[in-house]
């Protein structure tokens, strides 16, 4: 059965501590996009990884950091430096030779005590 | 990438087909409309997308004028689980490209 999985679904963590949100897909995509949506917001780009050991930067990286080691997986971190956490938090990936359509993972909820 | 601009909510009955418009007037050659749409606390769910013809899927119908500035998702049968929020997009299809979601449309289904 392919797709985006996130894990976990609820996460909670105290103040200042730095957590980390996971992301899988078994659909052979290339490229992989983290987004952030807040309250009745739309989806802002954090990072997104076109191709394994390569990373950029979107529209509000500041206090989150990637890695992508493997294809499969982009785990998304959220550190003491981001000032507003909490907040629900998608992982996409899609093929990336023709820009195509990205599918999303369940999503994260993150809130910070 | 174009703006969009969607009206902020509809209702529709159960059974019956729900039309949604979409105005995409500063739309570019090179860029497709795309639909999405998020059921409450879940991921955004791809729909259909599409550049100058109409398109069909097992999800929805999706109709392009011919000047392309606008367009609108048809659902042929609405059920309850349709109720959701449903983005209306544009976009370059280019590698790393980033969906931008203005603020959809809001549908209910009602029974």
């Known amino acids: 059965d392919g797709g985006i999985t996130q894990s976990p679904k609820y996460l909670f963590r105290k103040e200042g501590q730095n957590v980390t949100l996971s992301c899988e897909q078994n659909l052979n995509h290339d490229a992989m996009y983290w987004y952030r949506q807040d309250p009745g917001q739309g989806l802002r780009l954090i990072y997104y990884s076109q191709i394994v050991n390569d990373f950029q930067k979107g529209d509000i990286a500041e206090g989150y950091s990637v890695s992508r080691e493997k294809k499969e997986s982009f785990p998304l971190t959220v550190t003491s430096a981001q000032k507003n956490p909490t907040a629900f938090y998608l992982c996409?990936?899609?093929?990336?030779?023709?820009?195509?359509?990205?599918?999303f993972g369940p999503g994260t909820r993150l809130t910070v005590l | 990438d174009a703006k969009t601009t969607q009206p902020p909510s509809m209702d529709c009955a159960e059974g019956r087909a729900a039309n949604l418009p979409c105005n995409h007037s500063?739309?570019?050659?090179?860029?497709?409309v795309y639909w999405y749409r998020q059921i409450h606390s879940q991921g955004p769910q791809y729909i259909i997308h599409?550049?100058?013809n109409n398109e069909t899927n097992e999800m929805a119908s999706l109709i392009i004028t011919e000047d392309r500035k606008s367009s609108t998702l048809i659902l042929p049968h609405a059920t309850l689980r349709d109720t959701a929020v449903y983005y209306c997009i544009v976009r370059v299809k280019a590698a790393g490209n980033k969906l931008t979601f203005g603020g959809g449309t809001r549908v209910l289904v009602k029974p």
């Open positions: 996409a990936s899609s093929r990336t030779e023709r820009g195509d359509t990205q599918y």
């Open positions: 599409g550049l100058k």
């Open positions: 500063t739309i570019s050659g090179n860029e497709y």
